[in-house]
């Protein structure tokens, strides 16, 4: 959120005192079983752990700070010798680093050295990424104990003062708005959090009668969302200040096909606002951003005019919304290809900041919330009833509706109001077809316009997303094969490899889908692209050709076994595995697969056995089919799988489990050809 405090300064201030805590960090002395400790079994099998960890920000002493104890497990566990420093240069004051480490049987090695001698600077792309410092002389075995402390820099004071009392009114300002990461990638045995919100200007002179300010709006309140172990819990000080102490927390457990782990972690997030609850701060802010999407999709006489040359001869309003979408589809999205430069808008004479839909039509280009708003504004003058809606990405993040702050919300949708119907488009997702959603914004929460409170999108119809994939293999007697295989996708799929040839190019989709083939293919068989089509329109569907080639069945005696089904079915195969599932499983979106293989038999051979017919429903979830046709010389085995889920609870885990185990029994089924005699 863009905030900044000011006070309005009419008198004269006492001298105030602004400096770090005096003197070295006090390290505490290990005990016994710290030093001789080998593993530990609260986190079985973790590298290292935090014995202590302390985070505080202090805007009375205007400073930031981290202190930690960390136990190496194992060489592994040697890798938390570098420790990162959120330091940027030009932004963050240099820190002030202390540090030693500790092997098993007591001796000491302290860290040495400036700050400016220290810090290694990781750079990306020329921008500074991280500043990390290393410990010394690190044992598996070693204790490892640092702190960093920041200074805090900034503020603004407005009022009638001189310039150098300004200067000096602006660094009692100095202020930091923290989150606390209360879950690590290492399990912590103790940890301790510290917050002091109130500047010394704050508390010593004027009373509390800092402003602070949220776009441009008066943030009377600041409030925090906790998400904590149970038992855990901020406490507020009579002071203002807040503090939390937590023991036991675990590991950040890693886990496969789960939401972004930024909306599942332990931790604390403060923050000002205008609003004392949820329901009156999204009600009025749902008003106030409602009011600038109109503004921005304003119905200007260029909007009104290319509306209606861009309708003409649509007879119904779903004509005239498909042909807007085509029109806006059309332009140049600088999400997928690249944002002007300044001094190339400066060329073309385009002006600094778009600000109107009408802008974005006239230069034909904008970022895809710019197109967004302009078919929104192109949609209502064609007389359509459309509303915006401004969502969370998924790929990102999950929508909370506890964390008071528009800025969870990056993408912007329309909907549209036709025969009674919702429609839901994504115009800022090139080639996403219409009346569809890219994956990331499906099940997403946010806002609406003439809508109460949070609202959320609907999920996909399976007919919106197939994966079908056919092949017409020829066997010969010693279990070697030759095909081609065709695959083809409509919907989140062929939106991932369309996408990919906008921001790439065709040579490197087809590598990248060569790859993905190695999940698809049995072991033992190669596949090479031949081409694709329809990989440059959002109409039908895309499709790969591929040729392959390789060893696929074993001989035994007089028969020959082949895999029941040519295409690999283990793609959640930590499902079958896993007992036990913490995160909620995240599948992105609803898909149907359908996969046809034929085995044309080598001659003298003919099928003893093949997959069984089956259904195997999971009411309101999910459903296979097994069709098996045999014939003179060829055997088709088709299997179609429809998943309806997206989203599962982690209590439903193990009824998902228990389908899938379903699922890979019958997947191991096999075609069994046998010669004749």
């Known amino acids: ?61 205007h400073y930031s700070s981290l202190y930690a104890r960390i136990k190496v497990l194992t060489e592994q566990g040697k890798e938390w010798a570098t420790v990162e420093v959120p330091y940027v240069a030009g932004y963050t004051a240099m820190p002030i ?31 500074v990424k991280a500043a990390v410092f290393n410990l010394p002389s690190v044992e598996v075995g070693s204790i490892l104990e640092y702190k960093w402390t920041i200074p805090t820099t900034g503020g603004k004071v407005t009022g009638v003062v001189s310039e150098a009392e300004e200067g000096f009114y602006s660094s009692a300002l100095a202020n930091r708005i923290p989150e606390w990461d209360v879950q690590q990638e290492l399990f912590v045995h103790k940890a301790h959090f510290y917050y002091n919100p109130l500047s010394d200007l704050e508390s010593n002179v004027l009373g509390n009668q800092v402003t602070f300010f949220v776009d441009g709006e008066r943030a009377s309140y600041l409030l925090f969302t906790q998400r904590l172990p149970e038992g855990g819990k901020v406490s507020h000080g009579q002071k203002g200040d807040f503090t939390l102490d937590i023991q036991d927390v675990p590991a950040i457990r890693h886990e496969s096909d789960a939401p972004p782990e930024s909306a599942a972690r332990y931790r604390v997030r403060f923050y000002y606002t205008p609003y004392v609850n949820a329901q009156v701060y999204w009600d009025n802010e749902s008003r106030r951003w409602a009011k600038e ?67 974005v039509w006239s230069e034909k280009s904008g970022s895809g919330n710019d197109i967004a708003g302009l078919y929104l504004a192109l949609a209502r003058a064609a007389g359509l009833e459309a509303n915006g809606m401004k969502v969370a990405d998924r790929n990102r ?57 949070p609202q959320y999108t609907p999920p996909n119809l399976t007919k919106d997303a197939i994966v079908a994939h056919a092949a017409d293999l020829i066997v010969d007697a010693n279990g070697g094969i030759t095909g081609t295989v065709k695959v083809l996708m409509n919907g989140p799929t062929a939106l991932h490899w369309r996408q990919l040839n906008l921001r790439t190019d065709t040579a490197e989709v087809q590598k990248q889908f060569s790859e993905s083939l190695h999940g698809l293919l049995p072991q033992g068989v190669a596949g090479e692209v031949q081409g694709f089509k329809g990989l440059d329109t959002s109409d039908g569907f895309l499709q790969a050709t591929v040729k392959v080639t390789g060893q696929l069945g074993s001989a035994t005696g007089k028969r020959l076994l082949l895999p029941g089904f040519f295409f690999s079915t283990g793609a959640h195969a930590q499902f079958v595995d896993e007992a036990k599932r913490d995160a909620a499983v995240d599948l992105h979106f609803a898909v149907q697969t359908i996969d046809d293989a034929v085995y044309h038999l080598p001659a003298g051979f003919t ?71």
């Open 397 to 453: 993040s999950i929508f909370d509706p506890n964390f008071l702050s528009l800025y969870q919300l990056d993408s912007l949708l329309v909907v549209l109001r036709i025969d009674g119907k919702d429609v839901y488009l994504d115009p800022g997702e090139k080639l996403c077809p219409f009346g569809q959603l890219g994956w990331a914004h499906l099940l997403a929460g946010g806002l609406e316009e003439g809508a109460q409170g």
């Open 607 to 677: 099928a003893e056995s093949s997959p069984q017919p089956a259904q195997l429903p999971w009411p309101d979830h999910a459903a296979l089919v097994v069709k098996t046709t045999t014939a003179p010389g060829t055997v088709e085995v088709k299997r179609i799988f429809a998943r309806g889920f997206i989203l599962l609870d982690p209590r439903e885990y193990s009824a998902l489990r228990e389908y899938y185990q379903k699922v890979a029994a019958s997947d191991q089924q096999q075609v069994v050809l046998a010669a004749a005699m």
């Open 1 to 61: 959120m863009r905030i900044h405090a000011c006070a309005g300064v009419m008198l004269t201030l006492a001298a105030l005192a602004i400096s770090l805590p005096a003197g070295a960090q006090k390290f505490q002395e290990p005990t016994r079983e710290e030093l001789q400790m080998t593993t530990d079994p609260k986190a079985p099998g973790a590298p290292a752990v935090f014995l202590n960890r302390e985070e505080v920000t202090d805007n009375r002493s």
């Open 97 to 127: 680093i202390e540090g030693r480490t500790i092997h098993a049987d007591g001796t000491v090695i302290p860290l040495t050295g400036k700050a400016e001698d220290l810090l290694v600077f990781k750079s990306y792309r020329n921008n």
């Open 293 to 359: 999407l109109d503004q921005y999709a304003a119905q200007s006489g260029t909007i009104r005019d290319a509306a209606s040359q861009i309708t003409a001869g649509a007879a119904t309003a779903e004509a005239r919304a498909r042909k807007l979408y085509d029109a806006v589809q059309a332009l140049d999205n600088t999400d997928f290809t690249r944002a002007k430069g300044e001094a190339e808008r400066m060329q073309l004479h385009l002006k600094r900041e778009l600000k109107k839909a009408e802008q």
